[in-house]
């Protein structure tokens, strides 16, 4: 009921005044019908027994009613006609910027914009013990600056709603401000995170400024400027949503959308049913270009919804937690929250045949680590190594956005033709005998989601591909030719390699950066004892190319037990028939001939 509610609470509000008790509070309102000049405005000079301050902090609530074409001024504060930029804080669709000692700083709100009938609590805060300025965008750290040691003379005149050229003068009409200021207080201290945070949350009393305190400070106010009456419940809800519309029944079948100024009703929902029209339902506009710049006679999916920031509206209104979207379980009970699960967010103009760039500057980097699961085949005589492995890369794609990344990167599939991937050449395998399975491509869950736009009907979480990288996973089965030096067999070490080359740009382009090998298998083999493995970055031919170096050793037992002791033994034996008797002859030569048979086929079977 989230939006309903707080929508009918401001029409009690208007229609009947409130005194200055409870949780109501005033709020000055400068140029609400948007003409604008240069003569709205509210000020006062500053009474402090201090002379300045090197720290300082600054914290208001503010809602702009219209955007001019350039900043407008929420306010200015100076301190002589020279110094007339001691403190500046101006906003646009944009960005938001501060002056403090007549330096600017700019906080760039990316990737959404500042939305007109928006509330936003801004606290900008400096530390002048590390020269830092941070802004604080409704309680939540987002920014900080380094700044020049400077102090800030507190004998100046302050203005709300006009950017001052001269001490209390110097307005002008394009940089006045058209919009709703309350709370604005100012401190000659530094506010901690955790007291803005509780600030913006409204979660205590507002600690009044001892150099302005919005209770008690008395302004001069001068043109078109009013003050209203707001309760706490209406510029301390989440940003999500509309505050401008109520709905209204008609008793019969008709839902109204209905602008709380104009009293216009801008869409209308037909339903059979008595139920409020929660969740995500066509509307039809009723009202030319008021809804979304719609004519009138349009259907609009609209989103009224009575959730948490947290939780996922499905479409026929019920809440279900965030972390159940998409999570391949039905949970709401019209089955909506796995549909539209399509994670990759692919720009119009993407080309999946280019490779991304680098994140930082220079090629990209793909981290590569390659798991040897096992050696199937070792052919001395074809110098051949048969290994059975498999290979993830992992890189950054910054032109991609992912939608509903869950923890488990198994369930962030994504079809690998729809993105770039990197190919393979495996350089030295023996390519008719290579096999490899189809690439699995995810993508790992690894920055907290971004903002998605509150104008959209569904609640998506979005994910920058410049945090979150693509995964892909291929196993392999390839012979890899290796040369082997059999002269001091069987005490022979053997080393082979096998080398995997980016082909698809060169390495300007692409290039392996980080690089781990592993091989979690037995260790000793029939023949051979598996030794030291390696992994390596090389450029060959202007590609970048990994080589995984595998190291063997011969187990020599083996071979001193199947043939060097059989030799030695039958040898024995042979020399053995020399101390027969001589005439027992035919039993000296059946030991000898017996003797090479047996030599014979020991050496076929070691062969
Ligand atoms: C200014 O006044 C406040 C109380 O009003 C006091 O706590 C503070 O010490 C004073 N500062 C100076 C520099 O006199
Ligand atoms: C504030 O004090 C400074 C230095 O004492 C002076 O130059 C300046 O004119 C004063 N400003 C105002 C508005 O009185
Ligand atoms: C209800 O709708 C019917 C048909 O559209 C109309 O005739 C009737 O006047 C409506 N009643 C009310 C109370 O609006
Ligand atoms: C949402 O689900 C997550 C994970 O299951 C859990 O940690 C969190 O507490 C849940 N939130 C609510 C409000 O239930
Ligand atoms: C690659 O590894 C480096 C170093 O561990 C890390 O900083 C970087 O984020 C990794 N890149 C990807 C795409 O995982």
């Not at 419940?233 to 209905?258: A, Q, V």
């Not at 270009?289 to 509206?313: M, R, V």
């Not at 500057?361 to 190594?385: A, C, E, H, W, Y």
């Not at 060097?564 to 039958?570: A, D, F, G, I």
Request: hydrophobic share 35%.
């Amino acid at each position: 009921m989230g939006v309903v509610m707080v929508v009918m609470v401001v029409v009690v509000a208007a229609a009947e005044p409130i005194s200055w008790t409870g949780n109501t509070k005033r709020g000055l309102s400068f140029q609400s019908e948007n003409l604008p000049t240069d003569d709205s405005y509210a000020s006062l000079y500053l009474t402090s027994n201090m002379t300045s301050t090197a720290d300082l902090s600054m914290c208001v609530w503010v809602k702009v009613l219209h955007f001019k074409e350039s900043s407008s001024y929420l306010l200015s504060y100076a301190t002589s006609d020279l110094n007339n930029n001691e403190m500046n804080l101006a906003i646009k669709p944009s960005q938001l910027m501060i002056a403090i000692g007549g330096t600017y700083l700019h906080q760039k709100k990316t990737p959404l914009t500042y939305l007109p009938d928006v509330w936003y609590h801004i606290c900008f805060v400096t530390s002048q013990q590390d020269s830092r300025g941070t802004f604080y965008l409704n309680g939540k750290k987002s920014t900080s600056f380094k700044l020049p040691k400077r102090d800030i003379l507190l004998n100046g005149s302050l203005t709300l709603g006009q950017e001052a050229d001269k001490v209390n003068g110097g307005y002008q009409a394009q940089q006045s401000f058209s919009g709703i200021i309350t709370g604005f207080n100012m401190y000659s201290r530094q506010l901690r995170g955790e007291e803005v945070e509780a600030l913006a949350g409204c979660e205590v009393e507002e600690v009044e400024g001892d150099l302005v305190g919005w209770r008690t400070a008395v302004w001069s106010v001068n043109g078109d400027v009013t003050q209203v009456d707001l309760s706490v419940e209406e510029y301390c809800t989440p940003e999500r949503g509309f505050t401008k519309y109520y709905i209204s029944f008609d008793g019969n079948h008709t839902w109204s959308l209905i602008n709380m100024w104009s009293s216009e009703a801008v869409a209308t929902y037909f339903t059979y049913e008595s139920d409020l029209p929660l969740g995500r339902r066509d509307w039809r506009t009723t009202a030319d270009f008021q809804l979304c710049d719609k004519p009138a006679g349009e259907k609009h999916l609209l989103s009224l919804s009575a959730c948490y920031d947290h939780e996922y509206t499905c479409d026929e209104g019920t809440c279900i937690n965030l972390t159940q979207r998409c999570d391949l379980r039905v949970d709401c009970p019209d089955n909506t929250d796995e549909t539209g699960c399509d994670k990759l967010s692919r720009p119009p103009e993407y080309l999946h045949s280019l490779p991304p760039p680098g994140v930082e500057l220079g090629p990209l980097s793909l981290n590569t680590s390659v798991t040897l699961k096992g050696f199937s085949q070792v052919d001395i005589r074809d110098m051949k190594l048969t290994v059975d492995f498999s290979i993830i890369i992992t890189w950054f794609d910054l032109r991609l956005r992912y939608k509903n990344l869950k923890d488990l990167s198994d369930l962030n599939f994504i079809q690998p033709s729809l993105v770039w991937t990197p190919s393979l050449e495996l350089v030295n395998a023996d390519f008719p005998n290579t096999y490899k399975t189809a690439a699995v491509l995810t993508v790992v869950r690894q920055s907290p989601p971004e903002e998605d736009d509150p104008r959209l009907p569904a609640h998506d979480e979005l994910y920058e591909g410049s945090k979150n990288p693509l995964r892909l996973n291929q196993k392999f089965n390839a012979p890899f030719s290796c040369t082997m030096d059999l002269r001091n067999f069987p005490f022979d070490n053997q080393h082979c390699s096998l080398l995997l080359r980016l082909t698809s740009a060169r390495s300007d382009f692409l290039r392996w950066h980080k690089m781990t090998v592993d091989y979690p298998g037995e260790v000793l083999l029939t023949e051979y004892e598996v030794g030291k493995f390696s992994i390596d970055r090389q450029t060959i031919d202007e590609y970048s190319v990994a080589r995984v170096k595998i190291n063997f050793s011969r187990r020599y037992g083996y071979y001193l037990l199947s043939a060097y002791l059989p030799t030695v033994m039958l040898m024995i034996i042979s020399y053995a028939s020399l101390y027969c008797k001589r005439e027992s002859r035919d039993l000296r030569v059946m030991m000898a001939l017996t003797t090479l048979l047996v030599l014979y086929a020991l050496y076929q079977q070691t062969l």
